[in-house]
């Protein structure tokens, strides 16, 4: 029973994604970050395959997260210049708290990977939402380390892939709302074909 449906609603219509790199922390509590990623798994699952899971980078561990991605960096390129590497420290060390979403497909099931990858997607952007709900910003990025061989090993089973790494924090400035799809351009009435 929704108890107070105009900030419900007032919560989905001003959602936005913060950029990793501006996030200032601290992220969230222990105890909210359980909550985020419970609301985050309450998601649409045909066959109730759990397709996804998340796996959590703590504070503690971002030098050995940096270290994974500049050997992964200086594997891709060996001879990648300090701006380059400087990226990869940044990143590492982007404030708030660290979830790598992992898409984690069941292959040869009747259930399509494609519908699986929907849910991993969905899961994604509950826990944007609750993150928002809980009054933190997150950020969903993937860039080239999630799609580095080295990166993927680090976080997934074989047959499992990076679907972003979302990082959860507070504006460290006034986030500007982007332009929205015009409405009339994505939603058209359905009319059927001529049989
Ligand atoms: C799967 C996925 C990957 C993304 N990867 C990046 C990325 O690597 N870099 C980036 O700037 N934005 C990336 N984005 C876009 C941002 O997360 C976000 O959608 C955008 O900043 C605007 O978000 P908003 O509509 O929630 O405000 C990605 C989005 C998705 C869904």
Not at 48 to 74: H, M, S
Not at 85 to 108: I, N, T
Not at 147 to 176: K, L, N, T, W
Request: proline letters at 7%; charged letters at 25%.
């Amino acid at each position: 029973m929704l108890n107070d449906r105009s900030s419900i609603l007032s919560l989905l219509e001003t959602r936005r994604s913060g950029k990793p790199r501006e996030l200032v922390g601290p992220g969230p509590t222990p105890g909210e970050l359980e909550r985020m990623l419970t609301i985050a798994a309450r998601t649409p699952d045909h066959g109730t395959l759990t397709p996804w899971r998340f796996v959590t980078v703590g504070d503690d561990q971002r030098n050995a997260f940096e270290a994974l991605l500049q050997q992964a960096l200086v594997e891709d390129d060996a001879d990648a210049p300090a701006a380059k590497r400087q990226k990869e420290h940044d990143f590492a060390h982007f404030q708030g708290s660290l979830v790598v979403l992992v898409s984690a497909p069941v292959e040869d099931h009747k259930i399509p990977v494609w519908e699986q990858g929907l849910s991993c997607g969905a899961a994604g952007m509950n826990l944007l939402l609750a993150a928002h709900a809980l009054g933190y910003i997150a950020g969903w990025v993937t860039g080239w380390r999630a799609y580095s061989e080295r990166v993927r090993a680090a976080f997934c089973e074989p047959d499992e892939r990076i679907a972003g790494f979302i990082f959860i924090g507070h504006a460290g400035r006034d986030v500007e709302e982007r332009e929205r799809p015009d409405l009339s351009q994505v939603w058209k009435p359905w009319q059927p074909p001529n049989l």
